[in-house]
């Protein structure tokens, strides 16, 4: 029996360049991703658990072996991009205030400001 599963635009357009790459249909190349993450949680060297107490704080980073802390680090962008609407006002709160370092709009870099 097969489902839909909705999944963003980017991502689609990664699987589908990915896809074509591998001379895969999106399903195969989604089919094949997933057995890989399957196996990847499965791995001894690699504890999922343990990326998800990282990025909630609960034990720090380097407690991780390599690859986890690469998953980590995707997790923190991961939330920082889809961050909580209260996420997004206090960023917001700090640009309109001239604090904090980034990427304005148009994709300068912006320079910290005073207190941040």
Do not use: C, Y
Not at 75 to 84: E, H, I, K, P, S
């Amino acid at each position: 029996m097969s489902r839909t599963v909705k999944i963003d635009e980017e991502l689609v357009e990664l699987i589908s360049r990915e896809a074509k790459l591998m001379s895969r249909s999106l399903a195969g190349q989604v089919r094949h991703w997933v057995r890989i993450g399957m196996n990847v949680e499965k791995s001894r060297f690699f504890n999922s658990s343990l990326v998800a107490d990282a990025l909630n704080g609960r034990i720090g980073p380097d407690a991780l072996t390599t690859e986890e802390q690469e998953s980590f680090v995707e997790g923190l962008f991961d939330a920082a991009r889809d961050g909580t609407p209260e996420q997004a006002q206090f960023f917001a709160d700090r640009r309109a205030r001239g604090l904090g370092a980034g990427l304005t709009d148009d994709a300068e870099t912006r320079k910290a400001g005073r207190g941040s």
